[in-house]
């Protein structure tokens, strides 16, 4: 009777997670397996790789061993997200939510004021907010930024030619400020007062308090959202590409951005999909190793 009890259950259960699953597998699965096979392949949208597509081999990744511009998109993304994902969004965004947070002998003033201001970004769409921030950083004297800064008497600065690097980083690290800042705060509620007033009797001082208690206590919250603003950051595509389109010149050309002007620019499906794997197998490693950090933890 339990055998028969436990297989309805396991079959409830399936029938409920069917849908996710088809959707899953039709938008994730299969395109990753698509992208894989043809990696092996010259598929084209043009020439004699469109009409009739052939196994290639190993041609295409030994093709990037030799391609300057791949390696150097990888690097440019390495840096885009360490600069905006690791050290804009995940400690900037503890260190707001920790400004916010109520704790024994601190309340911030205006707190609903400034959660409402850092919000903002999540109710902004991706490509409304390129745009919006392609006209701020406009290099004319009619950009905002630009009349901020003559204001102050200083000339105009050509944001997106001359700091464009630095201007997308600013710009991702405030679009994914809003869900740091939800997701610390939520953490650093969940902390216990009592151990927070108990540290203090033994004299902590608010930094050794962070430092001993608070992190430690967070570290499954911060290695998630770790994990999570990685992947996106390093598969960024929109964001970037309405601001600059990966330029001037190749300057913010992501790794995001090469496959989508291999693929469908210089229309080489094959090689598109080749440096694709790649960037999964980055992804992948990355997943594993967070994985096994939150074992270790337990």
């Keep these: 009777m339990k055998h028969v009890r436990g297989w309805r259950d396991a079959l409830a259960v399936l029938g409920f997670l069917s849908p996710a699953l088809l959707l899953v597998g039709a938008f994730t699965l299969w395109p990753a397996v698509w992208a894989v096979v043809q990696s092996f392949t010259n598929r084209a949208l043009t020439g004699i790789g469109a009409q009739d597509p052939s196994f290639v081999g190993l041609a295409n990744y030994q093709r990037l061993l030799s391609d300057g511009d791949f390696f150097g998109s990888i690097g440019r993304t390495a840096l885009f997200t360490i600069a905006s994902a690791v050290i804009g969004q995940t400690l900037l965004g503890l260190a707001v939510a920790y400004l916010m947070a109520e704790r024994p002998g601190w309340k911030l003033r205006m707190t609903p004021l400034f959660a409402a201001v850092f919000l903002l970004p999540l109710a902004v769409p991706e490509t409304v907010a390129a745009l919006a921030w392609a006209s701020m950083a406009n290099g004319t004297e009619a950009g905002l930024l630009n009349r901020a800064l003559d204001l102050a008497g200083l000339g105009p600065v050509n944001w997106l030619q001359d700091h464009a690097m630095a201007t997308v980083i600013v710009v991702n690290t405030w679009r994914g400020l809003s869900f740091a800042m939800v997701l610390f705060a939520a953490a650093f509620e969940s902390v216990p007062t009592s151990v927070l007033e108990a540290s203090m009797v033994d004299g902590a001082t608010p930094w050794q308090q962070v430092r001993r208690v608070t992190l ?79 074992r270790e933890e337990t």
């Design 216 to 294: 430690p206590m967070l570290r499954r919250q911060i290695l998630i959202f770790l994990l999570l603003t990685v992947i996106t950051t390093v598969g960024i595509f929109g964001l970037v590409y309405f601001l600059t389109r990966g330029g001037p010149g190749s300057a913010t050309q992501l790794i995001g951005i090469y496959i989508y002007e291999v693929a469908f620019r210089f229309f080489e499906i094959g090689y598109g999909s080749a440096v694709a794997v790649i960037l999964l197998i980055i992804l992948t490693a990355f997943g594993l190793y967070y994985v096994r950090l939150m």
